[in-house]
């Protein structure tokens, strides 16, 4: 009799914990990692806009656009030049390529390589400029510059009564 109960014991045991372990996947509160969810948050309408007028207040791009020491658009790259091409459909513009790289030859590629890739999305090439320089956006003040090279990283903790955040 003992080992019949032992027996149900452990079916019983295991049906549970195969019910349990069976479920669905779960419903992804953020995108796939390929598409969009159709679980999307409401303020995302806000959020795009946002990320759209910041784009286009800065009309940059930078090294971290392209697969490293190559003149290949990456998908990050891809992303932001299709946004791009949407923003500038009807007013054009100039985007600036920001690059810490010395070497002519890559920067002229990869320029060239955005100004084909913006084409390529039906962009008309003659109200878009496309060159080497830096971004419009606001620029930090060589004071704040030199301040933040000699203090280093600050530490959540120091940075609180500076910041006007939390303290006092």
Known sequence: MKAY????RCLTIGFVFTCL???GPTE????????YS?????MQKY???MVDNAMLHDMCIADIHFVPHTAEINGLGTWRLQSYSRLLHDHGGTIHFETVSNEEELTDLRLRNVSDFLASTGLDMTMVTVKEGLPRGRATEADEAIR???EGTVTDH?????SGFGGE
């Not at 109960?5 to 149900?8: A, C, D, N, Q, S």
């Not at 509160?29 to 598409?35: F, H, I, K, S, Y």
């Open 5 to 8: 109960r032992r027996w149900v």
């Open 21 to 23: 372990g069976c479920q």
């Open 28 to 35: 992804r509160l953020n995108a796939p990692p390929q598409g």
């Open 38 to 42: 159709n679980n999307s948050n409401e």
């Open 47 to 49: 959020y795009t806009v």
């Open 148 to 150: 933040i090279k000699q």
């Open 158 to 162: 120091d940075s609180d009564s500076e």
